[in-house]
T-cell receptor, first 114, second 112 residues
Framework: GAGVSQSPRYKVAKRGQDVALRCDPI?????LFWYQQALGQGPEFLTY????????KSGLPSDRFFAERPEGSVSTLKIQRTQQEDSAVYLC????????????FGDGTRLSIL | GNSVTQMEGPVTLSEEAFLTINCTYT??????LFWYVQYPGEGLQLLLK?????DKGSNKGFEATYRKETTSFHLEKGSVQVSDSAVYFC???????????FGSGTQLTVLP
C-alpha cells in the first residue's frame, strides 16, 4: 500500500489476556520502529528493526513485550498477560534506510485493557 | 541521554494570528530535528525537518530553524488557519540511538 498500515485500529482486552498488533510497513522500507504513546504524551520508542534483525529493543518496558519481523516486512508486537498500564496507542513507523530519513507513521492501534 | 522539551499547551489562537511553539533539545552529537503533526484520530505526519545547524525547514507555511547555539528548533507560522488545529510534536533523531525522541506535544486550536 501507499502508507504504513496497522491493525487492528482498536483493541479491547481483559487484563491478563495476550494481544498481537500488526504493522505492514511501506514496501521496500528497511527500517521499522514501534512506539508507545500514552494519552496526552509524545510517542516513546519501544524497538527497532533493520530488515529482519531486531537491533534495539531497549525501550520495551518488560519481558511481557515481544516484537518480531521474521521476513523483513510485516512486524508483530505481542504483549503477554496484559496489564492496565499497557493501555496506550501503539504506533508503527518505517523508513527507507537506517539513517535520519523521515519515519512514516501508521495511524496506530489504540489498546484498552479493562 | 537525549531529550526534547516543548512549550506546554494548549495554545488557542484566532485565525490569521502568528504562531510560535518553542522547542529545545538535549542530545549527544549532531541530531536531525523534526516537527510532526497529529490530526485527531490520525497518525503522525512529518511537517518539516532540518539536518544541520542553521538549516531552515519549511512546509505549508510553517518554518523552523535549527539553532545549535541555543539548542532550539522553534516552530513558526505567520498566519494560522482553522485547519491547522492539531497536536504538534518536536522530535530529534540521533544516529547513535537510531530512534526518534519526542517532546510531549502541543495542542493547537485555531478559532474562526
Amino acid at each position: 500500500g501507499a502508507g504504513v498500515s496497522q491493525s487492528p485500529r482498536y483493541k479491547v482486552a481483559k487484563r491478563g489476556q495476550d494481544v498481537a498488533l500488526r504493522c505492514d510497513p511501506i514496501s521496500g522500507h528497511v527500517s521499522l520502529f514501534w512506539y508507545q504513546q500514552a494519552l496526552g504524551q509524545g510517542p516513546e520508542f519501544l524497538t527497532y528493526f533493520q530488515n529482519e534483525a531486531q537491533l534495539d529493543k531497549s525501550g520495551l518496558p518488560s519481558d511481557r513485550f515481544f516484537a518480531e519481523r521474521p521476513e523483513g516486512s510485516v512486524s508483530t508486537l505481542k504483549i503477554q498477560r496484559t496489564q492496565q498500564e499497557d493501555s496506550a496507542v501503539y504506533l508503527c513507523a518505517s523508513s527507507p534506510t537506517g539513517g535520519d530519513q523521515p519515519q512514516h507513521f501508521g495511524d496506530g492501534t489504540r489498546l484498552s485493557i479493562l | 541521554g537525549n531529550s526534547v522539551t516543548q512549550m506546554e499547551g494548549p495554545v488557542t489562537l484566532s485565525e490569521e494570528a502568528f504562531l510560535t511553539i518553542n522547542c529545545t533539545y538535549t542530545a549527544t552529537g549532531y541530531p536531525s530535528l523534526f516537527w510532526y503533526v497529529q490530526y485527531p484520530g490520525e497518525g503522525l505526519q512529518l511537517l518539516l525537518k532540518a539536518t544541520k545547524a542553521d538549516d531552515k525547514g519549511s512546509n505549508k507555511g510553517f518554518e523552523a530553524t535549527y539553532r545549535k547555539e541555543t539548542t532550539s528548533f522553534h516552530l513558526e507560522k505567520g498566519s494560522v488557519q482553522v485547519s491547522d488545529s492539531a497536536v504538534y510534536f518536536c522530535a530529534l533523531f540521533s544516529g547513535s540511538a537510531r530512534q526518534l525522541t519526542f517532546g510531549s506535544g502541543t495542542q493547537l486550536t485555531v478559532l474562526p
